[in-house]
């Protein structure tokens, strides 16, 4: 089992569309990043949380540390969405460890207008 | 443009031969990474430098692979004896490593293909 898994794997929306995408994770973490790849390779970071809520724009990120789960929304979606969306989290184990991410598979979101 | 840079941005070889990578990371930044993605996955850990140390490295990193940081600068990445399984894009990220939790700022990756 992964230490990190996202469901879906594959999205489907309508422009207009509010989409989940979740993240499950199974070790302690110091940090859980949300980050989006467009088809290219290029790696842009959405969000970095460590607890509660984070909003920017149309994306909210929530965390629950309890659980060992987060969830991406994206309100009132649009085409321009369409991309990779990658969960990682960063381990809170000590010495020089903590600097890796380790990543979701990535969930491939298509809006479609 | 004051990101992250990698060069080349595509790469071609052939079974066997040598290839080498670079990474320029913004500035400022003390911690470098290096990540590799196959088609269809997330990225997976290589290796990672404060400054010029290297501190931790993957067991994907073969002995066929080396990285370095020599000045706590720019990072290179070589892969020796290339092998089709290489075939993958390789990312590298940068941070400012002055938290834990510190964003890191990707580069646009470079993409191998050994044939």
């Known amino acids: 089992k992964n230490e990190v898994e996202q469901s879906p794997q594959n999205l489907t929306a309508q422009e207009g569309e509010f989409i989940t995408i979740n993240c499950s994770y199974s070790?302690?973490?110091?940090?859980l990043h949300w980050l989006q790849q467009h088809p290219g390779g290029g790696i842009v970071s959405l969000f970095m949380?460590?607890?509660g809520k984070k909003k920017h724009g149309r994306l909210i990120a929530t965390i629950n540390i309890q659980e060992k789960h987060s969830s991406l929304h994206i309100t009132a979606s649009h085409p321009r969405d369409s991309a990779v969306y990658i969960c990682?989290?960063?381990?809170?184990?000590?010495?020089?460890?903590?600097?890796?991410?380790?990543f979701g598979q990535g969930t491939i979101l298509t809006v479609h207008p | 443009d004051t990101g992250v840079s990698q060069d080349p941005r595509h790469k071609i070889t052939k079974r066997g031969q040598n290839v080498t990578f670079r990474c320029d990371p913004i500035?400022?930044?003390?911690?470098l990474y290096w990540y590799r993605q196959t088609l269809g996955q997330g990225p997976e850990f290589l290796t990672y430098?404060?400054?010029?140390?290297?501190?931790?490295k993957s067991r994907l990193l073969s002995d066929r692979f080396s990285a370095e940081r020599p000045k706590g600068s720019f990072s290179t990445l070589e892969i020796q004896r290339t092998e089709q399984g290489d075939s993958a894009m390789y990312l590298c990220?940068?941070?400012?490593?002055?938290?834990?939790?510190?964003?890191?700022?990707f580069g646009p990756g470079t993409r191998l293909t050994v044939l």
């Open positions: 990220a940068s941070s400012l490593g002055v938290r834990r939790t510190d964003t890191q700022y």
């Open positions: 070790v302690g973490i110091s940090a």
């Open positions: 949380l460590s607890s």
């Open positions: 990682a989290v960063r381990s809170n184990a000590g010495g020089t460890s903590y600097g890796k991410l380790t």
């Open positions: 500035s400022e930044h003390n911690r």
């Open positions: 430098f404060q400054n010029e140390a290297q501190l931790e």
